[in-house]
C-alpha cells in the first residue's frame, strides 16, 4: 500500500500561482502512475493532469497551458505547477497513485482546498 498526503493548497488571487505537492509514503513510486483530480462544490470529481511512471504528462482541455505536472521519484513526491490561475479552478485538490504492474491499484489522498478568488 501507499498514502498520499497533499500539501501547498490555500488562497489565492485571480491570475496568481500555487504548487501542490503530493507525498508518498514510502518509495518505489517510479511503478506509479501519478495524477491530480479536482472536485468543486456540487460537481464530479475530474482529471487536472496525469503523469506516467515514465514521466509522460498528460493535462485536461481546462488547464492545459496554466498547470504543469511533474515528478521527483527520488523524493517520492509529485508536484503540480498551476499559473494563471482563476475562479473556476477553486476545488479540492486530490493526489492520486496507480501502480502500473499491479491490477486495480488505486489510491488518493485526502485532498488540499484550493482557493481563488479577490
Known amino acids: 500500500q501507499i498514502q498520499l498526503v497533499e500539501s501547498g493548497g490555500g488562497l489565492v488571487q485571480p491570475g496568481g500561482s500555487l504548487r501542490l505537492s503530493c507525498a508518498a509514503s514510502r518509495s518505489g513510486i517510479s511503478s506509479y502512475n501519478m495524477g491530480w483530480y479536482r472536485q468543486a462544490p456540487g460537481k464530479q470529481r475530474e482529471l487536472v493532469a496525469t503523469i506516467s511512471r515514465l514521466s509522460s504528462p498528460n493535462y485536461a482541455d481546462s488547464v492545459k497551458g496554466r498547470f504543469a505536472i511533474s515528478r521527483d521519484n527520488g523524493k517520492n513526491t509529485v508536484y503540480l505547477q498551476m499559473n494563471s490561475l482563476k475562479p473556476d479552478d477553486t476545488a479540492v485538490y486530490y493526489c492520486?497513485?496507480?501502480?502500473?504492474?499491479?491490477?486495480?491499484?488505486?489510491?488518493w489522498g485526502q485532498g488540499t482546498q484550493v482557493t481563488v478568488s479577490s
Open positions: 492520486n497513485a496507480q501502480n502500473a504492474y499491479v491490477y486495480g491499484s488505486n489510491y
